[in-house]
């Protein structure tokens, strides 16, 4: 009876299952309901990481003892070490576990993590008691305790890092992208995923960083953990009505194929024009042939089909040597991940730009005006413009923005903006912000206070700067989720996300280098630099303008690789060939 039932049901056409591997019913599984569940548990999670990542650094020196050089490069290697983690956990998603169980056991290392920090932190760390704020420093810490500490941050990195590229594409799993409704929905998805990212953090930055900021740690991190595990629970109680993908073979195994078959056949001759390409490789349902492009042609020799793979396929009994040869699916699949890297590395520079708002944004604004009568406003917390900036574009985009341009389009009516055009204008507007934060610190400059090293310029004047770095976050972020998540092999979804958080990284990585080296040079002959601790004795100005020189050069070279890209195009799913034979 169970059988008749759910052969009448219509299920999904992209290979879906449900928990029980079986094909996921459309009106049963998946859709806004699964979705909305991830969005609140990303939200959650984001609440929880930042909680603690907001005010690390302040932790570092007021409780560990340690000076600002130490406790900025230790932050930077927990940050980069996040990312890190993310391509482990994408890779084990991919390769293994599926995407389902990725978050979970990754949710529980974060949860441990922030767990263990609460408790040894109120039990260990703070001593002697009252200690942890600007005026009370801690007392220096036993070999076993900073272990302890250094073992709880580096779960939480474990856990957030290997969850956070996997949520994002399994909240995307749960719609068909090969249904029209459903396929509009998935797009949408991305945006409010990272409105719920931004949410998340808009608490941690502005409510959880006060209470720490005033020596409240055990309490911050304990409302990091509840919040952890709230989002842990949530995430659970959507189990049986998830969407879930199979994991296939290893995509780093197929990808390995392809090169060490091309290399083998380096030298045989080949009519370009003219080629016996190898392409009958076996379907599962929802999976779909990439068709043959002409870039990357060396790459196509691992598609021909030679006397030698005939002769071991009669020697085998019924099959090919993969390591010899490989479908043309398979073979384009590596021109995709090829293809996407000149994408993706024009993002890190923006992300270099990116970067600058929980940085030298901070410095610039805690060296202007920062009281209102009585009231001492906090540098830190004008991202919060920021936030509220990208909750207001993604849904001006949404809604009017992206309709607009639909109507507007002569070429393709009734479609707005490539995800490529949306990234190219996050470019611009990032150029736009640089200039603004460079035209502010001349005027701040010329309103500076010589006894207090400050300015009487207002903080607020950073508003702009920070509304547009929002604006450029929602075309830049959300449309290079949007594109890797489309463009990306079907076994490489979850790389494709970790992908846009290591562009994050290496950001950081590449702002620290251009300080360093900007420095460097600046401060030759006694001079005291562009960015000297006392900003009034710096050009902190020349260093945004040449970042937007920078970023437009970047965007230069981003227009080349953009209109190089060619889309992948593939055939109709196995799921809806068979669909078609049956009508």
């Not at 029980?20 to 019913?25: K, L, M, T, V």
């Not at 890779?91 to 040894?120: E, H």
């Not at 400059?445 to 607020?460: A, D, G, P």
Request: charged share 15%; aromatic share 12%; hydrophobic share 45%.
């Amino acid at each position: 009876m169970d059988q008749k039932v759910r052969h009448t049901e219509v299920c999904t056409q992209d290979g879906s299952v449900d928990r029980h591997g079986n094909p996921a019913s459309r009106a049963k599984t998946g859709k806004w309901l699964t979705a909305i569940l991830i969005l609140v548990n990303q939200g959650l999670a984001t609440l929880a990481f930042f909680g603690v990542g907001v005010n690390l650094v302040l932790f570092l020196t007021r409780v560990m003892g340690q000076d600002n050089a130490e406790a900025a490069n230790n932050v930077s290697k927990w940050t980069g070490t996040v990312y890190i983690f993310s391509l482990l956990g994408a890779f084990l998603s991919d390769s293994y576990w599926g995407r389902y169980k990725t978050c979970a056991i990754f949710q529980a290392s974060f949860v441990a993590g922030l767990v263990l920090l609460s408790l040894s932190t109120g039990a260990l760390l703070l001593e002697p008691s009252g200690c942890g704020v600007e005026e009370s420093p801690c007392k220096t810490h036993s070999t076993v305790t900073t272990v302890i500490f250094y073992l709880s941050v580096y779960l939480i990195a474990l856990g957030y890092g290997g969850y956070q590229p996997n949520i994002a594409t399994f909240g995307a799993d749960q719609f068909d992208a090969d249904d029209s409704v459903e396929g509009h929905s998935k797009i949408a998805f991305f945006s409010y995923f990272y409105l719920a990212l931004n949410l998340g953090s808009l608490f941690s930055n502005t409510v959880l960083g006060y209470f720490e900021d005033q020596g409240a740690w055990p309490l911050g991190f304990w409302a990091s953990a509840g919040s952890a595990f709230a989002g842990l629970v949530l995430f659970l109680t959507g189990t049986p009505k998830y969407r879930h993908f199979t994991p296939r073979e290893s995509p780093w195994s197929r990808f390995c194929q392809v090169l060490v078959a091309s290399t083998r056949k380096a030298k045989i001759d080949v009519n370009y024009d003219d080629m016996n390409l190898y392409d009958s490789e076996t379907q599962r349902t929802g999976d779909k042939k990439i068709l043959h492009t002409k870039g990357f042609r060396f790459l196509d020799r691992a598609a021909i089909v030679t006397p030698d793979d005939e002769a071991e396929k009669v020697e085998s009994g019924s099959t090919y040597d993969p390591w010899r040869l490989c479908s043309v699916t398979q073979v384009e699949e590596v021109k995709c991940v090829l293809r996407l890297l000149p994408i993706w590395l024009c993002t890190i520079l923006y992300s270099v730009v990116f970067t600058q708002m929980a940085s030298l944004f901070v410095v610039q604004g805690a060296a202007m005006k920062t009281n209102i009568k009585d009231f001492r406003i906090p540098a830190s917390s004008m991202s919060s413009f920021d936030i509220l900036s990208v909750a207001f574009f993604i849904f001006a985009y949404r809604r009017f923005l992206d309709p607009l341009f639909a109507r507007l389009n002569k070429t393709e009516p009734n479609k707005g903006l490539t995800e490529l055009q949306r990234m190219g204008i996050g470019l611009v507007i990032a150029i736009m912000a640089m200039i603004a934060a460079g035209i502010v610190e001349i005027y701040r400059l010329k309103h500076m206070e010589t006894v207090s090293n400050s300015s009487s310029l207002s903080i607020f004047w950073q508003v702009p700067q920070y509304m547009m770095i929002g604006a450029s976050e929602v075309f830049m972020y959300v449309g290079q989720l949007e594109f890797f998540n489309s463009q990306a092999p079907t076994g490489l979804k979850s790389f494709a996300s970790a992908l846009c958080m290591a562009s994050i990284s290496l950001g950081n990585y590449v702002s620290s280098l251009l300080v360093s080296i900007v420095m460097k040079i600046s401060t030759r002959d006694d001079l005291p630099g562009w960015i000297p601790g006392n900003l009034n004795k710096g050009h902190l100005d020349r260093f945004y303008f040449l970042l937007a020189a920078l970023t437009a050069a970047d965007f230069v070279v981003y227009m080349v690789c953009a209109k190089w890209y060619k889309y992948i195009k593939s055939e109709a799913s196995f799921s809806e060939s068979m669909a078609e034979e049956e009508v």
